[in-house]
């Protein structure tokens, strides 16, 4: 049983089109997170949720917005898709609150998201 | 500038050549540096959390270290196994707003039979 799954895997699209990705984690965990990995391999966070609580929210633009709907899911819709948006995006969940230094992360397989 | 610098990019090893990995910060109010390993096509997968200079954790063939400013996983006869990307990150201290987690860009490590 998967414990951070997330769907789709791959996903192709055009430039202006919108689009989503959904998480579900079944760790009972009370933070969840979605992380984008660049072209460079960095890996940095975007949002941060804890018990559908938006606690974290970094410099991303606002074609961006995260939905939690209940605890166990971490949804990420984006609008009007940019070329600059091709990335690996990932869910990510944690026992601990974000923020917090013991926040030890439990990562899905991540969706490849090219935007042609 | 990087927060979090790991190096080598990349490094081969043959079986049972012992070496190590660097990751070297920059960030003034550490509180943690954790270490990840990262499969193609998979997402990062926690190792081990060193939270003061000075602290080891070891598990099977992977021995983490950390000093004030940098961090070596030395892995120890390695195995084909072992081949995955090895991901540093710290984590910062920013007073009163939350903290924040600094991703390297990861070292990947190659064991040939």
């Known amino acids: 049983d998967t414990a951070v799954s997330q769907t789709p895997k791959y996903l192709v699209t055009q430039m202006g089109n919108d689009k989503s990705i959904k998480c579900e984690q079944n760790?009972?965990?009370?933070?969840m997170y979605w992380y984008k990995q660049d072209s460079k391999k960095f890996l940095k966070i975007m949002f941060s949720?804890?018990?559908?609580?938006?606690?974290i929210n970094e410099t991303v633009p606002n074609r961006f917005s995260p939905k939690s709907p209940d605890k166990a899911h971490l949804n990420l819709h984006i609008n009007s898709l940019e070329l600059g948006d091709s990335a690996v995006y990932f869910c990510?969940?944690?026992?601990?609150?974000?923020?917090?230094?013991?926040?030890?992360?439990?990562f899905g397989s991540g969706t490849q998201l090219s935007v042609l | 500038e990087d927060q979090v610098t790991q190096s080598p990019e990349a490094l081969r090893l043959q079986e049972g050549e012992s070496s190590s990995l660097n990751c070297s910060y920059t960030?003034?109010?550490?509180?943690?540096l954790f270490w990840y390993r990262q499969d193609p096509g998979k997402g990062p997968e926690f190792l081990f959390t060193?939270?003061?200079a000075g602290e080891e954790k070891e598990k099977e063939r992977l021995k983490a270290t950390l000093t004030k400013k940098e961090s070596f996983l030395h892995i120890t006869a390695p195995k084909p196994e072992d081949s995955a990307t090895y991901l540093c990150?710290?984590?910062?201290?920013?007073?009163?707003?939350?903290?924040?987690?600094?991703f390297g860009r990861g070292t990947q490590l190659t064991v040939w039979p």
């Open positions: 990150a710290v984590y910062e201290d920013r007073g009163s707003t939350l903290g924040r987690l600094y």
């Open positions: 990510a969940s944690s026992q601990d609150r974000a923020g917090t230094v013991s926040e030890k992360l439990f």
């Open positions: 960030v003034s109010g550490l509180r943690g």
């Open positions: 760790l009972g965990h009370d933070t």
């Open positions: 060193l939270y003061s």
């Open positions: 949720y804890n018990n559908k609580e938006l606690i």
